[in-house]
Each structure stands twice: as C-alpha cells, then as structure tokens.
C-alpha cells in the first residue's frame, strides 16, 4: 500500500526573518513585527508571537513548534492574508501527526487526504484548543455557496418543462449555467481525490463518485453543446434530456454527508481530549528557602517539590513529602471513592487533591507520567485494526472495481436490452449504481467501534494495548488472577509473629524487616513498616535475592536468611513441623505465613493479614454468571488460598505458586481448548501475561508486566476486569452491527440503482436518491459506534 510522508528538505536553526526585520510566528506562521510585545526565550533564542493566545500556545509546548532536537518549525513565507478563514500550520519537526481512520499506517506532518482511502486525515493526538477542522470549514463553505444552485436546478429540471417556463434548448443551457459552479468548484476536492485513487492505482468512494458526476454533467454538457450528435430517441420535449440536477444534487449531498460524518467521526476523540483536560496548567513550585512560586507544567523537573493545595489537581506523577489528605483518582482509575494519601504515598498527575494540603515531590514529568502514557496508549489502540477489518479490508481490496465492472454492465445491460431510451436509462442506472455504492461505510465498521470503546474504557480505568486485545477479550472463558492486589486489597497489615524457642519474636521480626527492606512485595512493607513504628533499628541487608516467587533470601549481620512459603523451606530442605500445625490453625483465618530460617535453622513465622476487596466477591460471581472459569493462584500456602476462594465462591485455587507455574497453568489450560486471560502485577508474572491469549496488567504492577499484557487496569482489581470484558463483548457485538449493515447496504442498494425492481414497479432509482443513500450509510456507521459510549460497564 503506498503511504504517506511529509520530509523536510531542510531544517531552520532560527526564526525566519524577512527582509523589513519581521518574524514569523512559528505557532501560526503569521509575519511578526520585531518590535512585538509578545515574546518568549527559549534554547538561547528570541521568538515572537502574534497575539498572546499563540505565546500561551508556544510556552505550553515549544518543542512541538520548533522541534525537540533543536530544529525550528517552517514558517511560512510571504505574508499572511487575515482574509483567510483560518491559518495553516506549516509541517515542522514537532508539528502534529495525522493518520486516517481507515488505514493506520498512512502518517503524515499536517491535515491532508489518505492516499488509499481518500478520507480526510486526522491527528493522533487531538488538539484541545483547535479553532475547527479546516476540511469541515471548506466542505461547509461549499455546501452552503451552492446549495441554492443545486435546489434550484432540480427544480427547474422537475418542474419548467410542465409549466413551459423554458422552451427547447434554453433549459439546457440554464442548467449548465447553474449546475457548473455546483459540480467544477464545489465538487473540486471530490475530483481531486477520485483523479488521486486512480493514479495511486488505490480505488475508493471517491472513483466511485467521480466516475459518476462526471459521467452525469459530461454527458449533459455533450446533450447541450451537440444536441445533433445523439439519437432522434433521446429527444425529449424538443431538447435532449440532461442530468444537470443528478450532478448538481450528488454534489451536494455527498458535501452534506461529509460534513455530518467529519462532525460526528469528532466525538470519537472526545475521550483523548477529556484526558488531555485533566492536566492542569500550573504547578506551585517551593523553592530554596521556602519561597513558593506558580510555575507553568511544562517547567516542572523532577525532584522538585511542590506543594497541592485543597481543590487543586494534582500536577505531575510524585511521591507524598508532607501532609495528608484524600485524593480523588476517579477521573484515571473509575474508582469514585477518594483515597487517602499520606507521606510515603505514591501521587498521580491530574487527580484532584480534595481538602487537605501536601507537598510532594515531582518523579515523572512530561510524557513519563500515567496520564501522558495512557494518551499515548489511547492513541495507539485508536488507530490498530481489529483482526475482524481483515475480512473488510480483503473485500474493500475488489469492492471498488467490482462495482465499477457491475455499472458498466449496467450501462450496456439497459442500453442494448431495455425499452427505448435505452441508452439513457442505462446511463442513469450506472451512474446510480456508482453513487449508491459506500466502501467508506465498509471500512469505518470497525474503526469508529475501536474508537469509541477504548475512550469509555480509559474513563473507567482500563486500557487497551490495541484493537485485537478488545476483539480477543469477549472471548476467553478462563481468566487466573492472583489474590494479593487483585481479590484483596494489597495492603497488607501485620498480624503476629510466633517464635520457636530459640529465637524470641522480636528478634525474629528484627532480622524478617531487614532482610525485607530489599523487597517491594506489600507483604514486606506491612513487616518493615510495623518494625519501623514499633521503634526497632534494623539492619542492612547484603547479598539480596528476590524473584523466585516462593519468598526472598540474603544476609544480615552476616548470618543467612530464608524468608518464604513451605516450598521454600522444603526447597531449601528445612524441617517445618514444630510450626506447621499452629501455621495451619492461623492460614485458615485466610492469612499469609511465612517462614524465616536463619543459618538453615527454623526461626519462626510471621503472619500478616490482607482484606479481601469489598468488589471481589461480586465480580466472580458475574464472571462467573457469563460463563469465565475464575481460577485463583498464589504464593501463598494452599490453606490460605482456599481460605480466601471459599469466601469469593472460586472452586480452582493453585497455592505455592512459582512463576514458571503460572506459565505451565496457562498453556495447560490453552491445552484443553480453554481461552486463557491471565491477570498479574509483577516481573514474575510476564511469561505468563505474555503466554495467555489476554494478558490484563495492574496499573499499580511493574512496567515489564504492562508490557507483556494486551490490558492494563490503572487499579488493579477484578471489577477492572469485570469492566473490560463487558465492553469487548459491546464492542464486538457493535463492530459486527456495523460491518452486518455496510455488507446488507451494498448487497440491497448495488441491485437496486442497477433497476432489478422496474420490471414489477416501473419505477427507477434515481441518483439523486443513491447519493442520499450513500452519504447517510456512512454516518450509520459512525453513529452506531457512538452508541457504545452508553454502554454501562459497572
């Protein structure tokens, strides 16, 4: 397929000056005065700016207008004309990137035309402020200029002829007048994108309609200039019959439906747009001494320290340095209930800090914080394809040409075999069979359902990787979860520790916080932070060994550790039976135990307790309602597995885990036939997130695990995945509705407009009304998927 791409010839390391010392603005191109007051420094550079809407443009993104490497945007040379309904941003190093709906791979600097498709281009990344899509405002333009042209020569061609307002030839040639403005100006973009799907040797919707109004207005334009060239049979009323308003009409209508589907196919960016609101515009920075400053986001590093004030949004990813209050994550993750942040605690950009003060400390900025990722994410999945446009994309490949070789038989079909004028209802039967045929309807089935989903998946916390993931998701009938994160709260608290006699349980929770200092398991965090708030000094641990999922080992003061489940310490070939039986009395209460060996000698065992989240039992048991085989694995020992799956309702439940077991329970499963999604959080998890045929990710897990999986939960609990299942079975099920219409469209309308009908009615389809039917099928389509965003996922 040939692509698209917009190459610079050379790039600029200044703003461009003219030769009376004026500038170009580079965030619209428009000729500044020197002595403009809008101005701003950047990289050791002076640049001006029209108006101070195009400096707060430049300040929020500079490297967008001049590039990030440096390079300087191209600025227009000559003079702006304010005449001009709006101003087009040149190409540049950091100028937006367009794609098309229809066929992803199609990028370009700058709006334009898919060369395949002929479809408007669009941005990846919507604009928040855009001042109105400049194809919208042309084809607007158009429409409206001519529309009365259009209207009055139907008229005339309906009605002078009866009421003997023209005689003879004076008709045609009034027609023409009135319909050549209609067809040369306002169709020109449609001619220009018909003569580029030939000459790209990629036929689409627009050869179709080129094909059409020109075969309509070029032999109406012959019928007025030579009458004395066609046929006495093709004389009607004293003139030869013309097509003026069927030219005219197509025209206007296929400018309607443009603008109808440009300003609906919009909406599907609504969802990217809301997020890129979320961000605010400002930081509060502290400065050395104590001195607090606003700041705009993008000056914003990281180590500063900033302080969230009650009411403000939250301004970059951070950690909690002072203060407590409740955060409302709602507008990221769909949880509704705020959350308490104290210091220590991890801060995500763009919620919303409720009542209390904080300062935090800055970690990710720009594009390394959740909310720019999950908008880069958004809009990658936006733009795949689902394996199901496969066979969309197979058929569209012959569809244009098959529809072509059907008019032509059409054309010959009436010509040669129907009643007289034959040649005349074969010309408006083929050009009708042109127009009415929608391979844009056929290939936005898809797309526009894709679009839509993953925006009201990302308002509930659940992201998509791309298109195929949301196809594959309604499919699966297993899903494995882990307990610790995703059926219980993760937060584990400290319960108890027992000792054996020879080590005392301080000392054993002692050396057990040590060694966990190395480790970021919640169950460490609950040890280590209950030793640090009951005033024990730990020590440094040396030689740390984590990642075999059964439980940690290393040294402290220079003795050996193992810290770990049963099959660690059988592993490690220790005898656990002095503790085994009051550690089974205490796993059936549903808690974790865990052994700790130091020197090969049993020390004790430390108990820690996890609620189980209040979601988790409802979850399963819709999944379960709709026929998902929940099945639980853990490190944790096979007693407080059951524990927990007896209180969920889950019936399969693997304690002891490792990690390549998960992997091996996954292709088992895949082994007998079962559809595997396999949710996880950590390094440990990857193989198998990547082995299953969906891999669901926790937002609140490791970037190794985000990556392996097709879904990420930005909160990782089951009603996320509850959540994301409902939608890919909507998703589906509209996709299906979509690509069902466009194929019973072309399969009743092709037949139609080539007249199967006129033996049993009499009657024709005029092209008028298949240019009607075509524009109209498309936005179907699109208004459908628009549907989805009433979905109710919980």
């Known amino acids: 397929m040939p692509t698209a791409s917009c190459q610079h010839d050379h790039d600029h390391s200044h703003q461009h000056e003219q030769p009376d010392g004026s500038q170009h603005d580079p965030v619209c191109g428009m000729a500044v005065a020197p002595d403009s007051n809008f101005r701003e420094q950047y990289q050791g550079q002076t640049y001006r700016f029209c108006s101070e809407k195009c400096l707060t443009k430049f300040q929020a993104e500079p490297a967008r207008y001049i590039g990030s490497t440096g390079g300087h945007a191209h600025a227009g040379h000559g003079h702006a004309n304010h005449d001009q309904p709006a101003v087009a941003k040149l190409p540049s190093a950091g100028a937006a990137e367009y794609t098309c709906p229809m066929h992803p791979q199609i990028r370009q600097s700058g709006p334009g035309s898919c060369p395949i498709c002929g479809m408007a281009l669009e941005p990846v990344i919507p604009e928040l402020e855009e001042e109105g899509n400049p194809e919208l405002k042309d084809f607007t333009r158009r429409f409206w200029w001519t529309l009365p042209l259009s209207v009055i020569v139907t008229l005339l061609a309906m009605t002078a002829h009866q009421m003997q307002l023209l005689h003879g030839t004076a008709q045609n040639w009034v027609e023409l007048v009135l319909a050549t403005p209609v067809t040369l100006w306002a169709g020109w973009p449609f001619v220009v994108r018909g003569v580029a799907s030939i000459r790209h040797r990629s036929p689409n919707m627009w050869t179709l309609i080129g094909l059409g109004t ?58 990217i747009k809301a997020l890129l609101r979320l961000a605010p515009k400002t930081a509060r920075r502290i400065n050395a001494g104590g001195v607090e400053e606003d700041i705009p986001l993008t000056h914003v590093h990281t180590g500063d320290h900033l302080r969230v004030r009650p009411g403000e949004k939250v301004p970059v990813d951070g950690v909690v340095l002072e203060g407590e209050s409740a955060v409302d994550e709602s507008m990221l993750t769909g949880e509704r209930v705020p959350v308490m942040k104290k210091a220590g605690e991890i801060l995500i950009g763009a919620t919303l800090n409720t009542h209390g003060s904080l300062v935090m400390e800055a970690q990710k900025v720009g594009a390394e914080t959740v909310l720019s990722q999950i908008v880069q994410m958004l809009a990658r999945v936006q733009h795949s394809k689902a394996p199901m446009q496969r066979m969309a994309d197979a058929v569209s490949g012959y569809f244009v040409v098959g529809v072509v070789l059907i008019a032509i038989l059409t054309f010959f079909g009436w010509g040669l075999l129907g009643p007289e004028p034959s040649w005349v209802f074969g010309l408006i039967n083929a050009v009708a069979v042109l127009i009415i045929a929608s391979p844009c309807a056929l290939g936005l089935a898809t797309p526009m359902s894709i679009m839509v989903a993953t925006g009201k998946a990302a308002g509930s916390g659940v992201l998509f990787r791309d298109a195929g993931a949301i196809e594959n998701l309604c499919k699966i009938d297993t899903l494995i979860v882990n307990k610790t994160g995703t059926l219980t709260e993760g937060r584990p608290v400290f319960n108890r520790v027992v000792g054996t006699g020879r080590f005392a349980p301080s000392e054993v929770l002692r050396l057990a916080a040590s060694l966990h200092q190395g480790s970021v398991h919640p169950l460490a965090h609950a040890i280590v932070d209950h030793a640090r708030a009951a005033g024990i000094v730990l020590s440094k641990p040396h030689a740390f060994e984590s990642g075999s999922g059964i439980g940690v080992r290393g040294q402290v003061e220079g003795k050996q550790l193992q810290l770990g489940n049963t099959a660690m310490m059988e592993e490690a070939g220790l005898d656990v039976s002095p503790l085994r039986d009051r550690a089974e009395l205490l796993r059936l209460d549903g808690v974790s135990v865990m052994y700790l060996a130091v020197d090969g000698v049993l020390a004790g065992i430390l108990v820690v307790s996890d609620s189980i989240k209040p979601s988790s039992k409802e979850a399963v048991t819709k999944l379960q309602n709709v ?66 045929d969906v891999g669901i990710a926790t937002g609140t897990g490791t970037d190794v695990a985000m990556n392996s999986a097709q879904v990420t939960l930005v909160k990782g609990d089951l009603i996320g995945i509850l959540r994301a299942r409902t939608l890919s079975v909507a998703t589906v099920k509209n996709m299906r509705q979509n690509l069902g219409f466009a194929f019973l469209y072309n399969a009743m309308g092709i037949p139609l407009a080539a007249g199967v009908l006129y033996p049993l009615t009499g009657h024709l389809l005029s092209p008028m009304i298949a240019a009607l039917a075509m524009s109209v099928s498309s936005a179907s389509v699109v208004f459908n998927a628009l549907r989805l965003r009433r979905t109710d996922i919980g």
């Open 627 to 692: 026929d998902v085989n929940v099945i639980m694995t853990t490190g944790d020992d096979v007693t407080t597995a059951r524990a927990v799956a007896n209180q969920l309702g889950i019936e399969e439940v693997h304690g002891e885990v490792k990690p390549q077991d998960k992997e091996e329970l996954v292709a088992d499963l895949q082994g007998y036939g079962r559809r595997v999604a396999m949710a996880g959080d950590g390094i440990i998890d990857a193989p198998a997130l990547a082995r299953a």
């Open 214 to 271: 020109a075969a309509a207005y070029l032999y109406s334009v012959a019928a007025t200039l030579v009458p004395q060239a066609f046929p006495a049979t093709f004389m009607q009323g004293g003139r030869i019959g013309v097509y003026f308003e069927a030219a005219a009409v197509i025209i206007s209508l296929t400018l309607l439906g443009q603008m109808l589907e440009l300003k609906v196919r919009s909406q599907t960016s609504a969802a």
